[in-house]
């Protein structure tokens, strides 16, 4: 298996070689353990995305009859969200389980939240959903063409302007809150979305790449629930910040 500049992908080449160590049983030292595939990785995806809606239309009936429930599941999922996301990034073991949780807490939010943008202007969540599609449509066009390509140099960009783009967020809210800045500004919320959409596109893009680099270079069947739970990740990304662009746009014209 060949090695990579990209941390995750290492990881998962030093996880197949130590379970290519201990799988192997009798004389004929046959290999137990099984190779990652696009489709095993799609399915996957679909899973956590499936989970996703269900959960929305889950959160959507919760709201309906028992709203104090759905807000204490609401509160408690905005505390354990950011962690279960972590978690099933990093961990093969445990990416299924808080991969699922987190997109059942996502989903529950997300629904309810669409559901509320829906009523103020009619259509808008088929509308976000359909660019949501082109937009991931559009990354693995450029990704397989080849028009971007995931280097190194490619990671550390992207590394650098998310981190940059943070601080700049972060200095934005306490200018603010010291009165500074108009927070509602709606061309600075407009920036603010377009900028995170395309930090998501980008970070699809290389999302797709480690998952070229999984199957290609035969890493282990196990590391697929990691990789679909990043980049399902990133297409909820993706559509919430569409969502939060139609908001801005066409709820002005409203």
């Known amino acids: ?16 070689q130590s379970v290519d160590e201990v799988a192997r049983e009798g004389e004929g030292g046959r290999i137990l353990i099984e190779n990652a595939t696009y489709l095993g990785l799609g399915l996957k995806i679909l899973y956590f995305l499936a989970i996703t809606i269900a959960s929305g239309f889950g959160g959507i009936l919760l709201m309906a009859y028992f709203p104090q429930a ?17 978690v099933a990034m990093n961990s093969f073991r445990l990416a299924f ?16 939240i669409s559901m509320i943008a829906n009523e103020f202007i009619p259509g808008i969540v088929f509308a976000v959903v359909a660019a949501t599609l082109s937009v991931v449509v559009v990354c693995g066009l450029l990704f397989a063409t080849r028009i971007v390509k995931v280097t190194r140099t490619f990671n550390r960009f992207l590394i650098t302007f998310m981190f940059g783009f943070l601080i700049s967020l972060l200095m934005i809210m306490i200018l603010s809150w010291l009165g500074f800045i108009d927070s509602s500004n709606i061309w600075l919320s407009l920036g603010v979305s377009a900028i995170s959409l395309i930090i998501a596109s980008f970070v699809l893009i290389s999302d797709m790449e480690r998952a070229k680099q999984l199957v290609d270079a035969g890493g282990p069947k196990q590391a697929e629930w990691m990789l679909a739970f990043g980049i399902s990740y990133t297409v909820l990304w993706i559509y919430v910040e569409l969502l939060r662009l139609a908001i801005i746009i066409f709820g002005r014209r409203n």
């Open 97 to 112: 389980f808080f991969g699922t949780l987190y997109c059942m807490g996502e989903g529950m939010f997300l629904g309810v």
């Open 70 to 86: 759905y807000f204490a599941f609401l509160v408690a999922s905005i505390f354990t969200g950011f962690i279960s996301a972590i």
């Open 1 to 16: 298996m060949r090695t990579s500049n990209n941390p995750v992908f290492n990881k998962v080449n030093n996880l197949s």
